[in-house]
């Protein structure tokens, strides 16, 4: 079965109380910003780049990374290390066949403060959400449990 490679931002504000989310047209639910990785990126920066177009805020990776392995920067160089990863079928549609997105996802941090832009063609809109307020979304179950596990209760 044909394969992509997506990856997704779970942005969270700073004191971890909300998380950044869109509402996607297409499947009609929210989501945390996220999309595929273009031939000349990394997915790490694929992350920060779907959330800057789908919301308009600048983020930056959560600096999460279980394993230093002081390469020299020159020749090689560690990457952001996603805190997940997952299989997702994606069924059938004008736009494509049945595909399987292989799904890094990223734990990234920015200002809730700053102003959101929803990009048209795909975001309905988008918010920031606190950890009850996303248990009331039409989102995801791994959304729920990121923000089970991430989100600090206010």
């Known amino acids: 079965m044909k394969k992509q490679f997506t990856a997704t931002g779970y942005v969270v504000n700073l004191d971890r109380t909300r998380m950044l989310m869109i509402f996607h047209q297409g499947l009609q ?60 079928l994606i069924p059938e549609s004008h736009k ?20 959101l832009t929803a990009q048209e063609q795909e975001v309905d809109d988008v918010g920031w959400f606190t950890r009850y307020q996303l248990e009331q979304l039409t989102t995801t179950d791994s959304v729920r449990a990121f923000a089970r596990e991430h989100l600090l209760d206010l």
């Open 96 to 115: 494509d066949i049945e595909h399987i997105h292989m799904d890094m996802m990223y734990l990234l941090e920015a200002d809730d403060t700053a102003p």
């Open 29 to 88: 639910r929210w989501l945390p910003p996220g999309g595929h990785v273009d031939p000349d990126e990394f997915p790490s920066d694929t992350a920060l780049r779907e959330v800057f177009e789908e919301t308009g805020i600048h983020v930056r990776h959560s600096g999460h990374n279980p394993l230093e392995m002081g390469l020299n920067g020159t020749t090689e160089s560690q990457l952001p290390t996603p805190f997940a990863m997952a299989a997702q």
